[in-house]
């Protein structure tokens, strides 16, 4: 059980968040209700993410589909948005149907296609971002920013997934190499593929930015920020 203690401190995060994000989205001359904070609730059990739900987070994003069921199943998201936000297996997507209303990491062609088939068998449309590899690193994954175009001619004429948006987990910032160069790449890929117009594709969503830069993320034009430790502090054990 949280202490009273431990839900005031959850309910202070979660506010400063907010505000940093509002300020930041005025700062790039943007309205604060333009950015969504997305909480990355991973490790965080569903008492916790009610307690933020009841503080007025409303939208959640997991990175692991077993831990969104448990959670789901105790009426962890209640009142709240639901996203997954992290590493999908074809395999697992089928759990996910029904019960989150946008699908960040979808990091190949192969992923995308699955999610359409399991969507046409739920008869529902799934929305989707397309991950972009930004910093080309080997131990991520995601789409090379020169596959994108290729993949959205793929994917534009399945009907039963549609892309609204791309998604981002720039390198760990160094002091030579900051996140804000792939902020503002993704930015420019963003832009270019709206200027596209895709049949079935509408650029909605840039997802970028975590606890340590969504200030930069949303000064160079991020709408959705994913952030975990800055609301729910340090997480038990790491995981990814
Ligand atoms: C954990 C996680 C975040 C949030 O990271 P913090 O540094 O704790 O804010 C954002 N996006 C994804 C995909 C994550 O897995």
């Known amino acids: 059980m949280m202490t009273e203690t431990e839900r005031k401190i959850l309910e202070e995060r979660l506010h400063t968040v907010q505000e940093r994000i509002a300020q930041a989205a005025r700062a790039a001359g943007r309205n604060p209700s333009d950015v969504l904070l997305v909480a990355a609730t991973k490790m965080n059990d569903a008492e916790r993410v009610r307690a933020a739900i009841a503080a007025g987070l409303t939208a959640c994003g997991e990175n692991r589909v077993q831990e969104l069921i448990e959670k789901y199943e105790q009426g962890a998201y209640t009142g709240s948005d639901l996203q997954f936000i992290g ?57 090379f920013a020169e596959a994108l175009a290729q993949a959205l001619e793929t994917l534009a004429p399945l009907q039963t997934i549609r892309i609204r948006g791309l998604m981002a987990i720039p390198p760990i910032s160094t002091g030579t190499d900051k996140s804000s160069r792939y902020f503002a790449e993704m930015r420019q890929l963003f832009v270019d593929i709206s200027a596209k117009k895709y049949d079935n594709v509408s650029m909605d969503y840039l997802s970028m930015g975590m606890t340590a830069d969504f200030e930069e993320a949303i000064a160079c034009g991020a709408n959705i920020v994913r952030v975990g430790t800055g609301i729910f502090g340090a997480r038990p054990y790491l995981q990814q």
């Open 87 to 143: 590493t999908l297996q074809s395999n697992k997507v089928k759990y996910l149907m029904g019960k989150v209303s946008l699908i960040q990491s979808v990091s190949s062609v192969k992923l995308a296609e699955c999610i359409a088939k399991e969507a046409k068998k739920h008869n529902l449309c799934q929305d989707i971002l397309l991950e972009v590899n930004i910093g080309r690193e080997a131990a991520k994954s995601g789409f």
